[in-house]
Each structure stands twice: as structure tokens, then as C-alpha cells.
């Protein structure tokens, strides 16, 4: 489950670093930046739900020091 969060995470942070070469780097008509923004919250959303459902499985426990 870390390794997959660890992943997941990874792909947000190459996301947003994509979407700022584009918009430093394209015209102001391009859609790339649009995009590559549009799958970071993708990406943000999905690991969201995937962390509720893990709690909610067990397979993720609260650290309460």
C-alpha cells in the first residue's frame, strides 16, 4: 500500500512540474498545460478515495502517538 501511495504521489508531483514547463514553454492557445493540471487532480482525487477505501478495509490504521 506504501509502495502505491509512494507511486501515486510521484505521478501528482511529475504532473504538476509537466504542467509548468508547458506553460512556460507553449503558446497561450496550448491544452497541454490544462491537462497535465487535469490529471494531477485526477491523481489527487484518486488517491484520496484509495486511502478512504484502505482505511475503511483496515488495511491502513491510524497512528495515535
Given at each position: 500500500m506504501k509502495l502505491v501511495v509512494?507511486?501515486?504521489l510521484l505521478?501528482?508531483?511529475g504532473s504538476l512540474g509537466s504542467a509548468l514547463?508547458?506553460?512556460f514553454?507553449?503558446?497561450n492557445d496550448s491544452r497541454?498545460?490544462?491537462r497535465a493540471l487535469t490529471w494531477?487532480?485526477?491523481l489527487s482525487v484518486g488517491l484520496f478515495?484509495?486511502?478512504l477505501v484502505g482505511y475503511w478495509l483496515g488495511l491502513i490504521q491510524?497512528?495515535?502517538a
Open positions: 509512494i507511486l501515486i505521478g501528482i508531483v514547463v508547458y506553460l514553454r507553449d503558446d497541454r498545460t490544462v494531477r487532480v485526477s478515495i484509495l486511502l491510524p497512528r495515535i
